[in-house]
């Protein structure tokens, strides 16, 4: 079969016109998918605006009146103790059932008596001499006379004669060995007395140092005592607690007690006993650099029920000590925490806007300063602390509600619909 050129020529323009549509149908298809797609597509969500002011926490404060309290502590002590030494000697005859330590002995009552026989005999010893110079200076009294009356027949006065003729110094002689009987006689006493250990005062016996039929010599140690009437503890007082203590002046004798509560842990129970401010030791301890005062506690061991507790406050006892101090108007009080600073209080108003105020710290405690400022009634205190507080920028109040706007309403429209 021949082959015939005009079929090859003919198919060259229907090449050319698919390799020129091609292009276009592509394009074209393109266009109308992009169309399709854009029409398909989402509108972009309302997102809300994340409002970043730093969260607080945040007090409402008042004025009010303050009578502050300064705590102490210290040891009960005796306000008296007595050391009774024996002022003669002798065996120890007699002791006291109650001669024991821990006994009781009222005022006056006998703890223990030294063999007396030799200070009795020294008694009659000594009367019997005073009987003597009694009667040796009437003796020489009428002897006396009868010489005046002797002189008075010479003719002369009494101013006249020598003091040998009147027997004047035989008189005077008697009348001072009489006077030294009488002293002789006292001390004879005075020695006899002391051979009976009596309680100087309502005590108790703290030591014992001697028993029955011990021989002791003058300046022998027998027992000691302490008084039970009043009870005392030394309490040290910080250099900057003083100033808030009514203190007496070292020589103010019409002060006002300032009350003191004594308060001790016995087992599981917490005890409390009225006192009161006695005095001020008036100087500083070098050391410490603390002040001491002095609480007075009536009838610790509740003999005479003047105190408010049942229980005895013994000597020894290791006490917390809340001493009523004065009283400060118009402070206000907030926590250490929400203090900065050079003494500056962070406020925050109703506009949630910050505001930084210095403020005169009166007193600081453990967890709370109480202070004088000038705080309107709409501020509040916030307790926060700020990374970098700035004065006027705004903060959000812990557990109050915020209200938050969508990123959308925040644009203009032309750029949503973009």
């Known amino acids: 079969m021949a082959y015939t050129p005009q079929s090859s020529t003919a198919s060259k323009p229907k090449s050319k ?22 029409g398909m597509a989402k509108k972009p969500e309302k997102k809300p605006v994340v409002n970043k002011a730093p969260i607080v926490d945040v007090i409402t404060v008042a004025q009010r009146d303050v009578t502050f309290n300064i705590a102490s502590q210290g040891t009960v002590v005796a306000r008296t103790e007595t050391l009774l030494i024996s002022e003669v000697s002798g065996q120890i005859t007699f002791v006291s059932e109650k001669f024991l330590v821990g006994g009781y002995f009222a005022r006056g009552e006998v703890l223990l008596e030294i063999d007396p ?37 010479t003719g002369k006065t009494v101013e006249q004669a020598p003091v040998l003729a009147l027997r004047l ?21 005075i020695k006899l007395s002391r051979t009976k250990i009596i309680a100087p005062y309502d005590a ?19 027992a000691k005592t302490i008084a039970i009437d009043f009870a005392e503890v030394r309490l040290p007082i910080k250099q900057q607690d003083i100033g808030f203590i009514h203190l007496p002046k070292i020589n103010q004798h019409n002060y006002q007690p300032t009350p003191v509560q004594i308060s001790s842990m016995q087992g599981s129970e917490l005890l409390s006993w009225n006192s009161s401010i006695h005095r001020y030791e008036g100087v500083v301890d070098q050391q410490s650099r603390v002040h001491f005062i002095v609480a007075q506690v009536a009838d610790p061991y509740n003999l005479k029920d003047v ?32 203090l900065h600073g050079l003494n500056q ?3 925050i108003d109703n506009a949630n806007k910050l505001h930084i105020i210095t403020v005169k710290v009166i007193r600081s405690e453990k967890d709370r300063v109480y202070l004088a400022a000038d705080i309107a009634s709409d501020m509040r205190v916030v307790t926060t602390k700020l990374a970098t507080p700035v004065k006027g920028m705004v903060l959000r109040v812990n557990g109050e509600l915020v209200e938050q706007t969508n990123e959308a309403e925040s644009l203009t429209p032309e750029k949503v619909e973009g």
Do not use: C
């Open 17 to 38: 016109l698919f390799l020129i549509g091609m292009p276009l149908l592509i394009i074209i298809a393109g266009i109308l998918g992009f169309s399709s797609l854009s």
């Open 117 to 153: 026989i030799t200070y009795q005999v020294a008694v009659l010893e000594a009367e019997s001499r005073l009987g003597a110079m009694q009667a040796s200076l009437i003796e020489e009294q009428a002897r006396t006379e009868q010489a005046k009356e002797e002189w008075l027949l």
């Open 169 to 189: 110094p035989q008189y005077q002689k008697a009348q001072a060995e009489l006077k030294a009987a009488e002293a002789d006689l006292q001390q004879a006493n």
């Open 204 to 222: 108790l016996l703290n030591e014992k140092h001697v028993d029955i039929g011990q021989y002791v010599s003058t300046g022998s140690q027998l």
């Open 307 to 338: 105190n408010t507790s049942d229980a005895e406050l013994r000597v020894g006892t290791f006490v917390n000590a809340s001493i009523v101090g004065k009283t400060e108007t118009n402070l206000y009080t907030v926590p250490r925490t929400a």
């Open 345 to 347: 209080l962070h406020l």
